[in-house]
């Protein structure tokens, strides 16, 4: 008996010696294509190790639950067409964005090098749950961290519609009842019931307005990017303005309010992603995305105070404020604040392609 249990052992042990078949040439060419691309555009928030939370609570790609849950489907949306009222820019080329379809896919197989784990076996059951007594249990377990009605908190916004309409119920039963371990999202397998789960993924839900797949077809074509400059500085003849601070120091938005009230020459640039701009900026500001400013380069002026800004609300800015000063720019400083809270104050913004 002992010599067939050595034997056994032997051969398990032999098997375990194989090589694991390395990806060909046009597979690690894809991936790191898509490392690159990260790097460049992703890594900012999310961090360059997908640990998350490196700016305004960017989830943790890299984290094994995640990955265990997530399909591709949910990430490509997610990049193509970003998350409606939060910092996630849509980047795909279809929505205005820099990143062509066979981009999207780089990343998603640069995302899938952190997968070392087997897929979740996720239960996809018909949903039950009673959306009322769902109410109650989110409003006293995750209102805190998620916000009313899944906007607005902290953390990831649960109730943004582009994330429903690719979260599956198993994949939101799954995140619920083990969370993301390393991270402030706790595991609720053990304090919640499973009928509570049950309601809180049925109120999730409910949030969901199913939108007309048609729609889209008939938006109004969207211009490639880069976007055209547009006009630099702002009053052109105004005196310097007073109280900037030279990056890394912030310029509080107090201050380039006044600055451009009094007249002040400045140029403010808007360093998010083509799409955000698009969709609001502040008025008079200019697009000059954080992670390719180059085309811009030779257009802004040198002598002039230039005002990064963004929504994180200064990962982005801060970003671009370094890449300008490496090529050469002084007079470079990042609105404190950031976007959202010039709009809370209710000062001037702008949509469109024009400042």
């Given at each position: ?5 050595w034997?056994c ?5 032999l098997g375990?010696?194989?090589?694991v078949?390395?990806?060909s040439?046009e597979?690690?060419?894809r991936?790191?294509?898509?490392k690159?691309?990260y790097l460049r555009?992703?890594?900012v928030?999310h961090?360059s190790?997908?640990q998350g939370y490196?700016?305004d ?8 639950y ?17 998350r409606t009222?939060?910092?996630m820019?849509?980047?795909g080329?279809?929505?205005?964005g ?9 990343i998603?197989?640069f995302l899938h090098?952190?997968k070392h784990?087997?897929p979740?076996?996720?239960n ?6 009673d959306v ?5 249990v989110?409003e006293?377990?995750?209102q805190?961290?998620h916000?009313?009605r899944g906007?607005?908190?902290?953390n990831v ?8 309409s690719?979260a599956?119920n198993?994949y939101?039963?799954?995140a619920i009842e ?9 595991a609720f ?10 309601d809180v ?6 949030w969901h ?10 938006q109004?074509?969207v211009r490639p990017?880069?976007?055209?400059l547009?006009?630099v500085p ?6 310097p303005?007073?109280g900037f601070?030279?990056?890394p120091d912030?310029?509080p938005?107090?201050v380039?309010k ?5 007249g002040a ?5 808007d360093?998010r992603?083509p799409?955000?701009y698009?969709r609001e900026?502040i008025?008079g ?8 400013p180059?085309p811009?380069?030779?257009k802004?002026p040198?002598d002039t ?5 963004c929504?994180c609300p200064?990962a982005e800015?801060?970003?671009l ?7 050469g720019?002084d007079?470079v400083t990042v609105?404190d604040?950031?976007?959202n809270v ?5 000062y ?8």
């Amino acid at each position: 008996m002992k010599k067939l249990l050595w034997l056994c052992l032997c051969i398990a042990l032999l098997g375990c010696t194989h090589e694991v078949e390395k990806p060909s040439p046009e597979v690690q060419a894809r991936v790191a294509h898509g490392k690159a691309l990260y790097l460049r555009m992703c890594a900012v928030c999310h961090g360059s190790e997908g640990q998350g939370y490196w700016a305004d609570q960017a989830p943790a790609l890299a984290q094994p639950y995640f990955q265990a849950s997530v399909t591709d489907e949910f990430l490509r949306t997610a990049i193509t067409h970003g998350r409606t009222g939060s910092t996630m820019s849509a980047w795909g080329r279809e929505r205005g964005g820099p990143l062509s379809p066979a981009d999207i896919d780089a990343i998603i197989a640069f995302l899938h090098t952190w997968k070392h784990t087997p897929p979740a076996r996720l239960n996809e059951a018909p949903l039950g749950g009673d959306v009322s007594k769902g109410q109650r249990v989110y409003e006293a377990r995750c209102q805190t961290c998620h916000g009313r009605r899944g906007n607005g908190g902290p953390n990831v916004s649960v109730g943004n519609q582009e994330l429903l309409s690719t979260a599956s119920n198993g994949y939101l039963r799954f995140a619920i009842e083990h969370g993301r371990p390393g991270t402030v999202m706790p595991a609720f397998k053990d304090t919640l019931r499973k009928d509570e789960i049950e309601d809180v993924v049925a109120l999730l839900r409910s949030w969901h307005v199913v939108r007309n797949p048609i729609a889209r077809r008939f938006q109004k074509p969207v211009r490639p990017p880069p976007l055209p400059l547009g006009p630099v500085p702002l009053n052109p003849k105004g005196p310097p303005p007073a109280g900037f601070k030279k990056f890394p120091d912030l310029t509080p938005l107090a201050v380039v309010k006044r600055e451009l009230d009094r007249g002040a020459r400045m140029a403010l640039l808007d360093a998010r992603a083509p799409t955000d701009y698009t969709r609001e900026h502040i008025a008079g500001a200019v697009s000059v995305p954080f992670y390719d400013p180059d085309p811009y380069v030779e257009k802004l002026p040198k002598d002039t105070w230039l005002v990064c800004y963004c929504s994180c609300p200064h990962a982005e800015s801060s970003s671009l404020a370094r890449a300008l000063q490496g090529k050469g720019f002084d007079k470079v400083t990042v609105l404190d604040e950031g976007l959202n809270v010039w709009h809370r104050k209710g000062y001037p913004i702008h949509t469109g392609e024009q400042p």
